[in-house]
């Protein structure tokens, strides 16, 4: 799952969070979607906790190997969040590799 989420990731732009939320739920909301068809539960308020569900694991999947994303230099935030803290991914890079990011880094895994 590790290898397709990062694969995902490196050919699409995220450029709005909504983006980053459909990413999460295209990759983890399909597992809890196929284990409520094969528990043959049919609600439809049971597929909408799933994608819910799918969408937060998925994000914090992606919060969870932020230092992996930043090793293979994969894009995990969306644009709209860099531009809304006015910095970039190059500032954002460099200062994990020095050891000293600033609030802007936490801030913007907070949001």
């Known amino acids: ?3 397709y989420q990062i694969y995902h990731m490196e050919r699409q732009e995220m450029r709005y969070i ?3 939320e459909i990413m999460a739920e295209n990759t983890r909301s399909l597992q809890m979607f196929l284990s409520l068809h094969l528990l043959q539960i049919d609600s439809k308020d ?3 906790a799933a994608s819910y569900m799918g969408r937060c694991a998925g994000i914090c999947n992606i919060l969870l190997l932020v230092p992996t994303h930043f090793q293979n230099k994969v894009k995990i935030f969306p644009e709209e969040l860099l531009e809304k803290h006015a910095t970039r991914y190059e500032l954002l890079w460099d200062q994990i590799h020095a050891g000293k990011p600033e609030e802007k880094f936490y801030d913007i895994i907070l949001e």
């Open 18 to 20: 909504r983006d980053l």
């Open 46 to 48: 049971a597929y909408m």
């Open 1 to 3: 799952m590790l290898y």
